[in-house]
């Protein structure tokens, strides 16, 4: 994303309000490794604000997890019906798009992972697209400068959604139930309302003075006289039901060809948008090679282009395999050491990826054996390296505004979900009386490939815009695997943030010894190549493991909590420990109202 002066003065003001806030909660003290950690808060590492008791959710039958306990509930109450993981992945996208609708959507898009019992996994690309009449130089001034919030705002930040179309063939594909048995859920909690928790109102509020701005928002979203919602307000969504009563009656078509489509159009139409109704005619989801790797033993599935996130988590697991993590110990100076150059080497490698329709990606070279020995064999063991020695990267402008749904039924069926509208509540406008908020992907691609952004990055013309493109991503929906059974079901929000997020919670499991929960609850630290310096969340670091790795050149930033992690893992809470259950649950309370619901 372009950012301009006075759009990035606010944002590091909103930044140090939010680091005053985390300033208060001091530096906590983190343990040399001791397997398994018992309870890593009993050693100092300081739960994040809201955090439930670091214990897992156990599940006989299977699991859901997500960001909001009431879509939870969905996926674990089509299970109890007999539906299988894709009824209850599709029954949770559905119920997320009414219950979380700052990120869950019908507007938007996404990617799955999904492994079936007994079968390689398949990765499922529903994301958005370019419209058909989309121009390389679209947000730019007649001067060639990027127009402020234009990519951002408005319909004509909209791209073409694949949410529907998405659910709707991973359901025709593989599920059981009937769709209106899948989409009961979401229509009940669209006509009859549900009553807004803290965490609710907390989202409703990061958009309440634009969704104002869009007359259809601003009546489904604010009170009657205008005034935000308040928690213990019940948020009724009857336009909303009543679109998603029409794709039960109609499957996809009733979105891409009938009466939705319609109302998106002319509201698009009207508002100096570009969609047109080829754009939704000719949209299809796709079925891509997940990328893999493996990780002591473990085989790791995730996400290929036009995701950057499965290469980059892919890279950095790679990287970390060939030192002794355990050994090395939880957040210590030498493993945090290695944690951050392999981050680094990743991030930095992500130059020239995009669409695989459009351009050609060096997945291979990136993660050949003899290149990653090659990154670690110029990795110094007490010092760091300076970004500016790295080749030239991509910077990601994706936001981490998105949201991530596991499940995992009875016969092993696993699928990693994570979609979204962009920012919260996207372009922040509503699809006419649809009841549906419209994405505003098209601010991921590169707006002017060439110009440098905030960190002084070029633009990759690989992610430049063009017509039935879909924009690069850091969404990397992940299942681990052992001997061919699904094991860890893992994936994140968090933009740019999201494979360091995913790494630090499978460094947690297989190294640490922590259990899902645990795993989760984890303090996180990023880098990401530019800017030099490393993110941390409060409590990540002890005071003398940060005086030893600055006086090898590393500096810190202290951030707010990111990230939304929701977790599965089979067999018992940890990688070696096993429990009276089949599948335990992990969710991240870093923002409340999330939840892990055993079945």
């Known amino acids: 994303m372009q950012t301009t002066p006075t759009t990035l003065f606010s944002r590091v003001a909103r930044h140090v309000v939010q680091v005053v806030c985390c ?124 127009i402020p919030d234009l990519s951002l705002l408005g319909w004509k930040a909209v791209a073409v959604p694949g949410t529907v179309a998405g659910l709707e063939a991973v359901h025709k594909r593989w599920g059981h139930l009937p769709r209106a048995v899948v989409m009961a859920p979401a229509i009940q909690l669209a006509r009859d309302g549900f009553v807004l928790g803290e965490g609710d109102v907390q989202l409703l509020n990061t958009s309440t003075a634009a969704l104002a701005q869009d007359p259809y928002a601003r009546k489904v979203f604010l009170r009657p006289d205008g005034s935000p919602f308040q928690p213990g ?19 996809a078509d009733a979105f891409y060809k ?50 950057a996130g499965g290469i980059a988590l892919c890279e950095m697991l790679e990287i970390l395999a060939g030192y002794d993590m355990h050994a090395l110990g939880l957040h210590t100076a030498p493993a945090l050491q290695r944690e951050i150059e392999a981050m680094r080497h990743a991030y930095s490698d992500r130059r020239d990826l995009g669409d695989p329709a459009f351009v050609h990606n060096p997945v291979s070279s990136l993660l050949d ?31 981490p505004e998105t949201t991530q749904f596991s499940v995992i039924d009875q016969n092993g069926f696993a699928i990693s979900t994570t979609y979204t509208l962009n920012g919260w509540f996207g372009a922040k406008v509503m699809g006419g009386d649809t009841g549906i908020i419209m994405n505003d992907e098209m601010d991921d691609f590169s707006l002017k490939p060439g110009a440098l952004n905030m960190f002084g990055i070029p633009g990759s013309a690989a992610n430049a815009i063009a017509p039935g493109k879909t924009p690069l991503s850091s969404m990397a929906p992940t299942i681990i695997s052992r001997d061919n059974r699904p094991l860890m079901v893992i994936g994140s929000p968090g933009g740019s943030r999201i494979p360091t997020i995913i790494l630090s919670v499978i460094l947690g499991v297989v190294d640490y010894g922590l259990n899902i929960q645990q795993a989760i609850d984890l303090p996180r630290l990023h880098e990401q190549w530019m800017p030099q310096s490393v993110e941390v969340e409060a409590n990540a670091l002890t005071p003398q493991v940060q005086q030893t790795l600055e006086q090898e050149g590393y500096s810190f930033v202290l951030h707010a909590p990111w990230g939304i992690p929701e977790g599965i893992l089979v067999g018992g809470p940890g990688l070696n420990s096993h429990g009276p259950a089949r599948f335990y649950g992990g969710a991240d309370h870093r923002h409340p109202g999330g939840a892990a619901i055993g079945e």
Do not use: W
């Open 23 to 146: 300033l208060s909660a001091g530096i906590a003290t983190l343990p040399a490794y001791a397997a398994p950690v018992a309870d890593p808060l009993a050693y100092g590492a300081a739960a994040p604000a809201n955090a439930a008791v670091a214990a897992p959710v156990p599940g006989q039958h299977g699991m859901a997890v997500s960001a909001q306990k009431l879509a939870s509930e969905v996926g674990a109450r089509i299970l109890a019906k007999g539906g299988n993981a894709a009824d209850a992945a599709v029954a949770m996208g559905y119920a997320l798009a009414v219950v979380y609708p700052a990120a869950g959507n019908l507007g938007g898009g996404g990617f799955m992972m999904l492994r079936p019992p007994g079968k390689p996994a398949i990765f499922f690309d529903f994301r958005e697209k370019a419209p058909l009449a989309a121009t390389p130089d679209m947000f730019l001034d007649s001067k060639g400068n990027v």
């Open 369 to 399: 054996p003899a290149y990653i020995a090659s990154i670690r064999a110029h990795i110094p063991p007490n010092r760091a390296i300076p970004s500016a020695d790295l080749r030239a990267g991509v910077a990601s402008p994706e936001k």
């Open 258 to 307: 009938g009466p939705i489509a319609a109302s998106i159009l002319e509201q698009s139409k009207a508002h100096g948008g570009i969609l047109q109704a080829k754009d939704f005619e000719h949209y299809q989801p796709r079925e891509l090679p997940p990328i893999s790797c493996t990780y002591r033993g473990l085989l790791v599935e995730t996400a290929p282009p036009p995701s």
């Open 233 to 251: 307000d019940r948020l009724v969504q009857k336009n909303l039901a009543h679109s998603l009563e029409l794709i039960t009656q109609n499957g």
